[in-house]
């Protein structure tokens, strides 16, 4: 392999490893400062109990998705020097912001929610964790900021060879960044209420503290289903800007070769011949292309054929036309898993408003399960993002194979991959174990007296 594969490959692995990390911080800081206003507001003991048990959680995923966030900035500046001062000039008010600011922020209340038990008003301890999760959506706002100037570079002029930053008001208002901030925000808030209540199933499973659960777990469910439906209503908004921002991923992601006739079919699955431009079999269903595009049943999408040949045209010769495959089932495998949190999540309200969920064991145990399907969903929805995108690493203006890091040769990448293997490995253990002895442990009974208020801390 030579050194531009393999230096997509580690970015791929340390960001869909990173990327595991961060919608759960996000969903749970949010679910977690519900529960406890809801002890500041009512003084039931119970919200208490919750509140304490998930923030031994969060703690252990924050500190392991910082971990594999600053490894993830090792290699940008290592494989990716030639993006880097590309880029540079744009790139550096966002990050230095989300540095700063954000992550600032959510850390140092972090500290202050952690230490501040019995040495804080509740009401200003309550707002130290809403502070943590405002920090939280700021860091992935500015993060995602950078990532759309990525697919849509707005606010910018080229000079000497690399972008220049021309209007922050741009950049922050770029057309790309107000459909994929929500829409991922909102996954991220899914896939903390499904990680809560995949493991509220587990806990009453196993009857331990099955109250304390079924609280939990119908809090959960509620934001599940709410978050889940506005991820996908978001989506479709997202599909329909791609139509206008970056036509090709949107015709890759549909294996859509030649454009299609004015009452588009969408094809549910088809069999992708990239090497002839064509597919071997289609299941379509008429019209549902055109009504995604275009709100309506009628309205003709353009193919990757003339899609190439335009590109051609407008940025010289070469291949413009992503990898069809990883892009068409991607986005299916994105789209299915969502429809599935969401239909899960519906059953799950309707259970829950009738107390039957101990009645419904396999249902328990699928939702056991439903804890990877935010994640494959996220994962896949990245993927599709940044592989439909190619070849640029930056739309229009720089190629990925010129990205790259000219004097890094692929034994050094295949040094620090293989490294980062082997962290991660580590990582992840580590993180399976102490998930599992917090679950085990469950929340601390009535009286009972935390490690937290075992703490010898002076008061703030």
């Given at each position: 392999m030579d050194s531009v594969i393999l230096a997509r490959w580690q970015f791929g692995i340390t960001t869909i490893y990173h990327f595991f990390f961060v919608p759960i911080t996000i969903g749970l800081a949010f679910l977690i400062a519900f529960m406890?206003?809801?002890?500041?507001?009512?003084?039931?003991?119970?919200?208490?109990?919750?509140?304490?048990?998930?923030?031994?959680?969060?703690?252990?995923?924050?500190?392991?998705?910082?971990?594999?966030?600053?490894?993830?900035?090792?290699?940008?500046?290592m494989n990716w020097s030639s993006y880097s001062r590309y880029v540079g000039d744009v790139f550096g008010a966002p990050l230095a912001i989300e540095s700063l600011a954000a992550f600032f922020l959510e850390s140092t209340f972090l500290a202050v929610w952690l230490f501040g038990?019995?040495?804080?008003?509740?009401?200003?301890?309550?707002?130290?964790?809403?502070?943590?999760?405002?920090?939280t959506t700021l860091s992935a706002f500015w993060i995602l900021t950078a990532n759309a100037f990525m697919q849509e570079p707005v606010g910018h002029v080229v000079r000497g060879g690399h972008a220049e930053m021309a209007s922050f008001g741009?950049?922050?208002?770029?057309?790309?960044?107000?459909?994929?901030?929500?829409?991922?925000?909102?996954?991220a808030l899914s896939t903390g209420a499904f990680f809560v209540a995949g493991i509220s199933a587990y806990q009453i499973l196993k009857r331990?503290?099955?109250?304390?659960?079924?609280?939990?777990?119908?809090?959960a469910i509620v934001a599940a289903t709410v978050t889940s439906i506005l991820t996908a209503v978001v989506g479709h908004d997202q599909a329909q800007h791609l139509m206008r921002a970056q036509p090709m991923k949107m015709a890759a992601s549909e294996a859509l070769w030649d454009t299609s006739p004015e009452v588009a079919p969408w094809a549910i699955v088809a069999g992708i011949d990239s090497a002839n431009h064509r597919n071997t079999f289609e299941i379509e269903i008429p019209g549902l292309?055109?009504?995604?595009?275009?709100?309506?049943?009628?309205?003709?999408?353009?193919?990757?054929?003339?899609?190439?040949?335009?590109?051609?045209?407008?940025?010289?010769?070469?291949?413009?036309?992503?990898?069809?495959?990883?892009?068409?089932?991607?986005?299916?495998?994105?789209?299915?898993?969502?429809?599935?949190?969401?239909?899960?999540?519906?059953?799950?309200?309707?259970?829950?408003?009738?107390?039957?969920?101990?009645?419904?064991?396999?249902?328990?145990?699928?939702?056991?399960?439903?804890?990877?399907?935010?994640?494959?969903a996220n994962t896949t929805g990245w993927i599709m993002t940044e592989v439909g995108r190619q070849p640029w690493v930056v739309f229009g203006l720089l190629r990925t194979a010129d990205g790259v890091s000219p004097t890094v040769p692929p034994s050094l990448v295949w040094t620090t991959l293989l490294g980062f293997g082997g962290i991660y490995g580590v990582l992840a253990a580590i993180d399976l174990y102490l998930f599992m002895k917090v679950i085990r442990d469950g929340p601390a009974l009535e009286g009972e007296q935390t490690d937290d208020e075992g703490l010898e801390v002076a008061p703030l």
């Open positions: 406890e206003t809801a002890y500041v507001v009512t003084g039931d003991q119970a919200y208490l109990r919750m509140t304490k048990f998930w923030g031994k959680l969060f703690l252990i995923n924050f500190a392991v998705g910082v971990v594999t966030g600053i490894m993830q900035e090792f290699q940008f500046g038990w019995d040495k804080l008003p509740k009401r200003v301890h309550v707002l130290s964790i809403w502070l943590v999760a405002i920090g741009q950049l922050i208002t770029n057309p790309q960044l107000l459909f994929e901030f929500p829409h991922v925000w909102l996954g331990r503290s099955v109250d304390i659960f079924k609280r939990c777990f119908s809090i292309l055109s009504l995604l595009a275009y709100n309506r049943l009628h309205g003709s999408v353009p193919g990757i054929n003339q899609l190439q040949a335009m590109y051609e045209q407008h940025y010289g010769p070469g291949n413009y036309i992503p990898p069809v495959r990883t892009t068409f089932w991607s986005f299916r495998i994105m789209v299915a898993a969502g429809l599935l949190m969401i239909l899960l999540a519906l059953y799950g309200v309707f259970l829950s408003t009738r107390d039957r969920l101990e009645r419904r064991p396999w249902y328990l145990k699928t939702m056991v399960l439903a804890i990877f399907l935010p994640l494959i």
